[in-house]
């Protein structure tokens, strides 16, 4: 059964195309990702399904309630003075995702606790579709394995705008690439697509260079006859008395000529095939300090506390020179307000926090909704001589980035990151602070400032939910537990390996200690049932007592 229907779908903004004659149609209990470019239409695809903005030509059909969780839930005023009642479902779901403070001011939580709040409210509502709009920017590991638990058991259609591909892979079956003004449709999950998008490409490009040598072959026989035919022309004049005779075959030869290429006009009319775009390349480029030195920053017993909540204390760890390090923590505890403290832009509340004072970092802050609105790219670079905006055109549009005369409040949320990892391309540093770094950044995007990263000689510190990202990226952790901060040798893979097998021991010993407490109430309840006398009253009470703690010891 159809939930949304999609016929001749048209829409423009500022003579740029979104969409050209998209027709689509999404079935009961699908589950699928929408992908492509920043500023290539996904959400306002998503507020035209939701009635938000009108196509310019086209219907857009739903049946049932649409559940729509918007892309920057800062804005949205959904969870303003939230309010929870403790019997609720929806105080089990928080209760589930971790949130640290049930009934507490919207400003006074994190971006993670915030996108929680948000998507609880979204489920409450029981939709038959639901679309999902970067459900995992700032969501950390617990709230991504809640929601696709939740994504899995639930009974709709799902449409999930992402960048994740641990995400897409876990959640999707079916994918939607919007670029160029279409949508092309892929099955699988979103590395299937890949796969199948690389091949389409490659048959594509082999049906078009196959055509290709056929136009040049006719292309070379019409070659020959028209040169046939001018020769044929030219002799036709230098004869005395058969003029006529070579002037028919000249003109015979003519006919030939233009039959052919009126078949050949008409063949490629009918069959022409367009040479495949290639995935535009994205290029980002750091430029290095070349300052060397031990250690970077060191913390020596700090801590921050707000008012009477201790994000952390009593925490000691370093970091040398060069070295990749990846922040884990739950939302909420503290990892954005850490990032702060040690670039001084928060004093600790307990302890101290050194850094070299020759060195030189960049930060990326998560918030993209700190550039001036009014403002172009380029006036936001502060880029005045003409080597500057040369430089800072280039990397944009390296990015993928050509709209740099627009204004900020017309710029995709993607295509804002870009411009603040632009101001950061042009400095050099020794340190890269990088909070969300992918949050916004489309796929290919994501891919290639891996690739550049890798290759940055300096130091990296990096707060990141994206699990594919900060496997490749970080060796080593700096990790939130029982409110201190760790330094952890290992990478993230091996770190959750770890986790798990404590997390399996701890929960191993406790199903023994559980069955130790369980059989010495059985066998006390053995012996007070031997006591009694038959037909006692008491017998079968104390018979269905015993019924249940074996059943319970038999499920443990």
């Keep these: ?113 915030k996108l929680k709040l948000a998507l609880t409210k979204v489920w409450s509502t029981n939709p038959d579709l639901l679309i999902l709009d ?37 959640t999707t079956s079916r994918i939607l690439e919007v670029e160029a003004g279409k949508i092309n449709d892929y099955q699988g999950n979103y590395s299937a697509y890949r796969i199948e998008k690389q091949n389409r490409y490659e048959e594509q490009l082999h049906h078009y260079s196959v055509q290709q040598k056929e136009v040049k072959r006719i292309e070379g026989q019409l070659a020959g006859l028209t040169k046939w035919s001018e020769k044929a022309h030219r002799e036709s004049t230098k004869q005395d008395g058969a003029k006529e005779y070579y002037r028919m075959k000249a003109k015979k030869m003519d006919r030939q000529v233009k039959s052919k290429q009126k078949r050949l006009e008409k063949e490629l009319q009918k069959n022409k095939l367009e040479q495949p775009d290639q995935e535009k390349a994205i290029r980002f480029q750091f430029q290095e300090n070349n300052s060397r030195g031990k250690r970077l920053l060191e913390a020596m017993d700090a801590g921050k506390c707000y008012e009477d909540r201790w994000l952390f204390r009593r925490s000691s760890f370093y970091m040398k020179y060069g070295e990749r390090i990846g922040i884990v923590g739950e939302n909420g505890c503290g990892k954005t307000t850490l990032l702060r403290t040690l670039l001084g832009l928060e004093r600790p509340s307990e302890g101290e926090v050194w850094k070299s004072p020759s060195l030189k970092i960049g930060y990326l802050s998560q918030d993209v909704h700190d550039l001036p609105e009014d403002k172009t790219p380029l006036d936001v670079l502060n880029v005045v001589t003409k080597e500057e905006i040369f430089q800072a055109k280039s990397i944009l549009a390296s990015m993928g980035m050509e709209r740099v005369h627009a204004t900020i409040n017309q710029l995709s949320l993607g295509e804002r990151t870009k411009l603040k990892l632009t101001r950061m391309l042009m400095n050099k540093y020794d340190l890269l602070i990088l909070d969300e770094p992918t949050n916004h950044l489309d796929l290919p995007s994501r891919e290639q400032l891996e690739s550049t990263l890798q290759s940055f000689t300096g130091s990296l510190l990096i707060v990141s939910h994206d699990v594919y990202f900060l496997e490749k990226m970080c060796e080593r952790l700096f990790v939130f537990e029982d409110q ?59 018979d269905s007592r015993l019924k249940m703690l074996v059943e319970k010891k038999r499920l443990l």
């Excluded at 992908?35 to 857009?60: F, H, Q, S, W």
């Excluded at 950390?140 to 641990?166: C, P």
């Excluded at 770890?498 to 021991?505: I, N, T, V, Y």
């Design 484 to 542: 201190r901060v760790k330094r952890v040798e290992m990478n993230l893979s091996d770190f959750r390996s770890r986790m798990k097998e404590k997390s399996s021991f701890v929960s191993s010993k406790k199903d023994e200690e559980q069955k130790m407490l369980l059989d010495n109430e059985i066998s006390a309840l053995i012996s007070e049932i031997s006591l009694l006398l038959p037909g006692d009253e008491k017998l079968a009470e104390l």
């Design 1 to 113: 059964m159809n939930v949304m229907s999609i016929k001749g779908l048209k829409k423009t903004f500022n003579e740029n195309r979104l969409f050209q004659h998209v027709n689509i149609d999404i079935h009961q209990g699908e589950r699928i990702g929408i992908v492509g470019p920043n500023g290539a239409g996904k959400t306002t695809l998503a507020r035209m399904i939701v009635k938000e903005i009108d196509p310019d030509e086209g219907t857009v059909s739903c049946k049932g309630k649409i559940g729509y969780l918007k892309q920057s839930i800062d804005q949205e005023g959904m969870i303003e003075n939230h309010r929870v009642d403790r019997d609720s479902f929806d105080f089990k779901r928080e209760k589930e995702l971790g949130i640290r403070s049930l009934n507490v001011e919207a400003e006074n939580l994190s971006g993670g606790e």
């Design 134 to 170: 970067e459900p995992t920017n700032h969501l950390d590991e617990k709230g991504v394995n809640w929601l696709i638990r939740e994504l899995h058991s639930f009974q709709g259609a799902v449409l999930v705008i992402s960048h994740d591909r641990y995400f897409l892979d876990q």
